[in-house]
């Protein structure tokens, strides 16, 4: 038995067709699922979970997508077939059902299944066989009608957006200035290295600029966030992804809006706020109240420090790095070898504290890091409560900012801190302490605190007198 004409017209007309590629190894809710996920702020490697595929699918949709979230709505429109009811008419067909009574169980038009059946059947065998999965994909496939990006329709506006995003910056003479930056390798702007001088406008610029430069030019006009899926999103073709570059961030894709609004503090519970310490470590009348914060130098070195509030007295924590340093790969979630981590701090802060006496011992505020994470633990060994400054507010520990404005003359950014050891911190610290302060009264810390403790003991025998 033969095929129809029709049948003969669709294979003549697929034959011609190049090959696709192999059919997805998942569906429209698959990444529904996905992108929903990573709409709440999940990571991707949880948001592959909830969508029930490989982590290699999920970063590739990541990452082809730019971060961009394509908004994909649950269902499509009722006037198409559902992977559901293709999975019947493959059913059905293979039981021999005939198309209008397929129809009339599906409740479709008899002329829409003769289509499905024609046009989304395999063409791979001498009989235009149908498979629910391969239907779908090729429905899908078929269903993209991407729209021409305005940048690729209208080349002047295109070169106009790339020279002022990319454009070198030159002398009055015109002579080009500045390092050309590394090669682009696909990733975010380098760690400590040179960057590419340009222009560097943020497309939000560039589109509020265009109806000042071209007033009367209609077509000259692009919104910022067209600009920033050309960018990011593979496939536009009508920017380079090596102008991401140029953009201020140098982020090679887009981070999730949810993401960004996501606390890391989880640390951080409502009894450890900022707002439950003691309202006599504001005023600075009584000594013991500290304020503490990490600073960072070259390959992940740091030094702790401790500023008392009242004398401002300063003391500083060796943090050397962990054994297996630069010899162990850095892993994601492996062991902390900086020296700062959450278990080494704790150790390092409990043993600096302890050497203080218990008047001395009030309250200590430090700034969000993860480092103090194990603060409860560090509580039950020192008696010292632990708050936590709010976000993005260095003046709750001004004391402590300002101090460690002081050290960076002696540890400026950009130095390997790992190098010095504890006696070396403890010359700094004395010569810290021993330097006049006008907020003082032109007294040394070390005298202001040596003061306080006098004043402890004194009133300590007139007591027991």
């Given at each position: 038995?033969?095929?129809?004409?029709?049948?003969?017209?669709?294979?003549?007309?697929?034959?011609?067709?190049?090959?696709?590629?192999?059919?997805?190894?998942?569906?429209?809710?698959?990444?529904?699922?996905?992108?929903?996920?990573?709409?709440?702020?999940?990571?991707?490697?949880d948001a592959v979970v909830a969508a029930g595929v490989s982590s290699p699918v999920g970063f590739r949709w990541f990452r082809h997508a730019g971060g961009v979230n394509p908004r994909l709505p649950a269902t499509v429109s009722g006037r198409y077939l559902s992977f559901a009811e293709r999975e019947d008419i493959a059913l059905w067909r293979a039981q021999d059902?005939?198309?209008?009574?397929?129809?009339?169980?599906?409740?479709?038009?008899?002329?829409?299944?003769?289509?499905?059946?024609?046009?989304?059947?395999?063409?791979?065998?001498?009989?235009?066989?149908?498979?629910?999965?391969?239907?779908?994909?090729?429905?899908?496939?078929?269903?993209?009608?991407?729209?021409?990006?305005?940048?690729?329709?209208?080349?002047?506006?295109?070169?106009?957006?790339?020279?002022?995003?990319?454009?070198?910056?030159?002398?009055?003479?015109?002579?080009?200035?500045?390092?050309?930056?590394?090669?682009?390798?696909?990733?975010?702007?380098?760690?400590?290295?040179?960057?590419?001088?340009?222009?560097?406008?943020?497309?939000?610029?560039?589109?509020?600029?265009?109806?000042?430069?071209?007033?009367?030019?209609?077509?000259?006009?692009?919104?910022?966030?067209?600009?920033?899926?050309?960018?990011?999103?593979?496939?536009?073709?009508?920017?380079?992804?090596?102008?991401?570059?140029?953009?201020?961030?140098?982020?090679?894709?887009?981070?999730?809006?949810?993401?960004?609004?996501?606390?890391?503090?989880?640390?951080?519970?409502?009894?450890?706020?900022?707002?439950?310490?003691?309202?006599?470590?504001?005023?600075?009348?009584?000594?013991?109240?500290?304020?503490?914060?990490?600073?960072?130098?070259?390959?992940?070195?740091?030094?702790?420090?401790?500023?008392?509030?009242?004398?401002?007295?300063?003391?500083?924590?060796?943090?050397?790095?962990?054994?297996?340093?630069?010899?162990?790969?850095?892993?994601?979630?492996?062991?902390?070898?900086?020296?700062?981590?959450?278990?080494?701090?704790?150790?390092?802060?409990?043993?600096?504290?302890?050497?203080?006496?218990?008047?001395?011992?009030?309250?200590?505020?430090?700034?969000?890091?993860?480092?103090?994470?194990?603060?409860?633990?560090?509580?039950?060994?020192?008696?010292?409560?632990?708050?936590?400054?709010?976000?993005?507010?260095?003046?709750?520990?001004?004391?402590?900012?300002?101090?460690?404005?002081?050290?960076?003359?002696?540890?400026?950014?950009?130095?390997?801190?790992?190098?010095?050891?504890?006696?070396?911190?403890?010359?700094?610290?004395?010569?810290?302490?021993?330097?006049?302060?006008?907020?003082?009264?032109?007294?040394?810390?070390?005298?202001?605190?040596?003061?306080?403790?006098?004043?402890?003991?004194?009133?300590?025998?007139?007591?027991?007198?």
């Amino acid at each position: 038995m033969g095929i129809g004409k029709k049948q003969a017209a669709a294979r003549a007309y697929r034959g011609q067709i190049p090959s696709p590629g192999r059919p997805t190894v998942a569906w429209r809710e698959d990444r529904v699922r996905f992108w929903a996920a990573i709409a709440s702020g999940a990571k991707t490697e949880d948001a592959v979970v909830a969508a029930g595929v490989s982590s290699p699918v999920g970063f590739r949709w990541f990452r082809h997508a730019g971060g961009v979230n394509p908004r994909l709505p649950a269902t499509v429109s009722g006037r198409y077939l559902s992977f559901a009811e293709r999975e019947d008419i493959a059913l059905w067909r293979a039981q021999d059902v005939g198309v209008r009574e397929i129809a009339r169980r599906l409740k479709r038009a008899p002329s829409t299944i003769s289509a499905e059946l024609r046009r989304n059947a395999s063409t791979r065998t001498y009989r235009l066989e149908y498979k629910a999965s391969l239907a779908q994909w090729h429905a899908e496939r078929r269903a993209r009608r991407p729209k021409v990006a305005k940048l690729v329709e209208n080349p002047q506006l295109q070169q106009w957006v790339q020279d002022r995003l990319s454009g070198r910056i030159a002398r009055p003479d015109g002579v080009v200035v500045g390092p050309s930056g590394p090669a682009w390798k696909g990733r975010n702007k380098p760690h400590r290295g040179d960057r590419g001088w340009v222009l560097g406008w943020s497309p939000e610029q560039i589109a509020a600029r265009l109806p000042i430069e071209f007033p009367d030019d209609e077509s000259m006009r692009i919104s910022h966030e067209a600009i920033y899926q050309a960018l990011f999103v593979q496939g536009r073709g009508a920017l380079s992804r090596e102008l991401v570059q140029c953009l201020r961030s140098g982020r090679a894709l887009r981070v999730p809006r949810a993401r960004t609004r996501q606390q890391a503090w989880a640390h951080v519970t409502e009894q450890t706020l900022i707002s439950e310490r003691p309202a006599k470590a504001e005023d600075r009348a009584v000594p013991g109240h500290w304020e503490g914060d990490l600073i960072i130098g070259l390959q992940r070195s740091a030094i702790g420090t401790l500023v008392e509030r009242t004398t401002r007295f300063t003391m500083l924590i060796h943090l050397p790095r962990e054994e297996g340093w630069g010899v162990i790969p850095r892993t994601k979630n492996g062991p902390a070898l900086a020296g700062y981590g959450a278990v080494t701090m704790k150790n390092a802060l409990a043993s600096t504290i302890t050497t203080l006496p218990d008047q001395l011992r009030r309250s200590l505020t430090w700034d969000r890091g993860k480092e103090l994470s194990e603060h409860a633990q560090f509580t039950i060994e020192t008696g010292l409560p632990v708050f936590f400054a709010d976000p993005h507010s260095p003046w709750q520990r001004g004391t402590n900012e300002n101090t460690n404005g002081l050290l960076r003359q002696h540890f400026p950014k950009g130095t390997d801190l790992a190098r010095w050891d504890a006696t070396d911190l403890e010359a700094v610290a004395a010569a810290l302490n021993s330097r006049p302060r006008k907020t003082l009264g032109w007294k040394t810390p070390a005298e202001a605190l040596d003061e306080h403790l006098r004043s402890i003991q004194q009133a300590g025998v007139s007591t027991t007198g």
